[in-house]
């Protein structure tokens, strides 16, 4: 069974920075390619960093430049390293595979305020 588990998310000024992690417990995690997301309240789920298992990471623009997403194989973990925050990065965030499975994990709250 698929278990996703998010962690590393907390209360930001702008400008700041976080790093969050993800354990995404699937078979045959190092061909999967591995997304982060994020959702508001009201909006649908918006898929921010792909990972695929080879080759270049792609970033939705408005990220792109500032966060910086990575995997390691051995470990089933995902790392999403995101700098000069914004108000407008406030959202849940998660991680699942691309496509999703239909399970998903909890996520970590990102709140990016002064």
């Known amino acids: 069974q698929v278990q996703v588990v998010e962690s590393g998310g907390g209360l930001v000024q702008p400008g700041g920075s976080l790093r969050l992690s993800c354990t995404l417990s699937?078979?045959?995690?190092?061909?999967?390619?591995v997304g982060w997301y994020r959702q508001t309240p009201g909006k649908q789920r918006e898929l921010v960093a792909t990972i695929p298992p080879t080759g270049a990471t792609e970033y939705v623009d408005s990220v792109k430049g500032r966060f910086t997403a990575s995997r390691n194989n051995a470990a089933n973990m995902a790392y999403l390293q995101m700098n000069s925050l914004k108000p407008e990065d406030t959202a849940v965030y998660y991680c699942?595979?691309?496509?999703?499975?239909?399970?998903w994990g909890q996520g970590t709250q990102v709140t990016v305020s002064s």
């Open positions: 699937m078979r045959i995690f190092r061909i999967a390619t």
């Open positions: 699942n595979k691309v496509p999703s499975f239909d399970v």
